[in-house]
């Protein structure tokens, strides 16, 4: 080999070395390094824009307090069939696989004598609030770590909410319902919300629109409009004639929200309510044996036709401090018919206004 060939084979190495170290430096200028690129340490603040964020847990169930002036006692009690297997919640029930449930809103947690609670339940503080009896209803086993409760909780808060109002009626004095449970009517003068600004209207819209109505249509509008005004006119019935023209069957069927907490047959037990049986003309707060709340002893008189009519519009309105839960019947009609049904109750009822 002469020294010609050596000088080649010498200076193909030399620029093999000398592309081999250009790609590697222009590779490192394109491909950022794991420290955050291009050499440079990543600053905190990117790293935690960069991340991503972490699922935020619900803070816990959904509050009744603002569902439990309007709750459906007689719903929640359908809703303890789920619960009768391991519970009993008549006044001096036996116990179970689970503890008798009577007056157990506002009662201790674990105060059941007869009953053996685990060292989960035995160890937990505190009473059964409105908001305990809701975060435990809501997922007993989370409320309470190592509870022998088996049940899963109930999902929906209008669930727990009836079921609470049922529990809350067995007692014979029930526990107060939570300050601003119910909403608060809107204040005269209070200011209005601002109306949200008409939205662009959408001009391919605009060209799918319907072409106006013919004239005869419009007069037809016009001509049910002045029926619908002259219809809205027409004065309300007087309490007399919506009496006279009750039916007191429909008003049994309306009863059926009363009877969670009443009964009405001749002798009839009391409940959470006092027996209604002959109530129409009867005095207010009689029914012996009966602890009346001072509000409704307070209200005192007669059950008047009158005063029937504006109670069970809004008990609560019309009795201050009294125990009634139930929100009232808003519909005239309702109101007759239930009154008619509970005239007839009687054994010689009242006569009619």
Known sequence: MDFFEVNKIA?????AGVVTIFIGIF???????????HGVEPREADMAAAAPAARSEPAGP??????????????????????????????GGAAKQGPNLYNIVGADIAAREDFGYSDAMAEQEGDWTYANLNAFLHKPKKFIKGTK??????KKARDRADLI??????????????EGGAPE???????????????????????REPAPAPETEDRLGWSFSLIGAAMAAEPAKSLAERLAAADPEAGKKVWRK???????????????????????????????????????????????YERLDAYLTKPRKV????????????????????????RGMADEPLPLP
Not at 11 to 15: A, E, T, V
Not at 188 to 206: N, V
């Open 62 to 91: 959904e509050p009744i307090a603002g569902m439990l002036a309007e709750a459906d006692i007689a719903r929640g009690e359908s809703i303890t069939k789920k619960c009768t297997a391991c519970h009993t919640f008549d006044e």
């Open 165 to 178: 109002a049922y529990l809350r009626s067995l007692s014979a004095s029930p526990q107060p319902l939570p």
């Open 149 to 154: 409760m088996t049940f899963v909780g109930l």
């Open 185 to 207: 009517p809107e204040k005269e003068g209070e200011a209005e919300p601002k109306a949200a600004l008409p939205a662009e209207p959408d001009r391919r819209q605009a060209v």
């Open 27 to 37: 590779g490192n200028t394109l491909v950022p390094k794991h420290d955050g690129g």
């Open 319 to 342: 009795v201050k401090g009294g125990k009634m839960s139930f929100v009232g019947l808003k519909k005239p009609k309702d109101r007759a018919n239930v009154i008619a049904f509970m």
């Open 258 to 304: 009363c009877k969670a907490c009443h009964t009405i047959k001749k002798g009839g037990k009391k409940r959470i309510g006092p027996n209604l049986w002959n109530i129409v003309g009867a005095d207010v707060g009689a029914r012996e044996g009966f602890k009346y709340s001072k509000g409704m002893l307070a209200f005192g008189g007669q059950w008047t």
């Open 11 to 15: 200076g193909g190495l030399l620029l």
